[in-house]
């Protein structure tokens, strides 16, 4: 019996496996069309991962290395082979995938799409009225998916391998904090009117503690210390198109915490459960009960809801109040506005970067923490101020 084909580490090498002079390894198979096909990799289980690949395409009965199948069928063969990854990033790519497939792109080859189809696809959707940041979702999707194709020889060329902001112009809003006089304005302006009144200790929460507004609507009255006057955040609550409401883990672990409840937040929380209505039977969502945040139906409120409540108060303040200018709020503002005055306070960066979740603190200041010049001329009155007091102590 012929003695089995081994790697440099004394792994023994399956039908198909070799390793070259220079360790690459490389698997040999034949093609649904007969054709002789080789592919790379610079490790085994790399390589096997292609393997396996490779076998799932043929078992489906697709003419995956002849780029014959569909735009749909290479999605679906990318999403088959993503196992490290969250169930909820999961249901986001299917929800693209759909609406993919309710294109011309969705039932078209591979082999058959050219980049020029895939500005154009990019350019119609942004016509429909899809934004840009949305698109760049689509275009990630895409991109990646193709580009297993183009690895695995299927097609020779990747048409999503370009960057949006080419074809596209990018009209996201940069992302602005609440001034502490906006602040006060806005809380003045919720608390005065009657419709709106209802979510001030919600505003408030958020702009004490820098919640994202899934966590704070996942948040369950075991959350909350009021002994210790802690906040445990390990849950976010969502909305998705086909499941309805779930529950999601943090966007990573940096997003389970336990973070300080202020005095302001204490009471608001303290006043928020006092509103809370009294319910026969608790809603649950997926084995979770007991949220501290619930609409008027005493369903769990969602992130998409507030953002519909803060959107329709934001309207209703521009057309009262024409003459003071007031950023566009959406529920993340009043994040980027914690953050913010967090950062101006002087915390510590790792322990704001905790508070806020973040998995790099360069996220906590780079993207959330905004200086102005009011701040800025603060910082060097105090700097100053700290020279002078060191002069005169060495004098």
Known sequence: MAERRKDNKGRVLRKGESQRKDLLYQYRYTDVTGQRKTVYAKALPDLREKERQIEEAKNAGVDYQSGKITVLELLEIFISVKKNVKPQTIRLYNERITVIGRTWLGPKRICEVKQTDAKQWFVERSNEGKSYNTLRGFSALLKVAFQMAYDEYAIKRNPFSFNLRDVLRNDTKKKEALTPEQQRIWLEFIRSKKCYRRHYHQYVILLETGMRISEFCGLTIKDLDFEARTIRIERQLAKMQKHGLIIQEPKSSSGIRTIPMTDTAYESFKALLAERPKLAEEPVVDGVSGFVLLNIKGCPTTGNAFDGIVRDARRNFQKMHPDIEMPDITPHTFRHTFCTNMANAGMDPKTLQYIMGHATVNMT???????????????????????????????
Not at 373 to 391: D, F, H
């Open 365 to 395: 200041l780079n993207h959330y923490a905004h200086t102005g010049s009011e701040q800025a001329i603060e910082q060097m009155e105090k700097l100053n101020l700290r020279s002078v007091e060191k002069a005169n102590i060495s004098e």
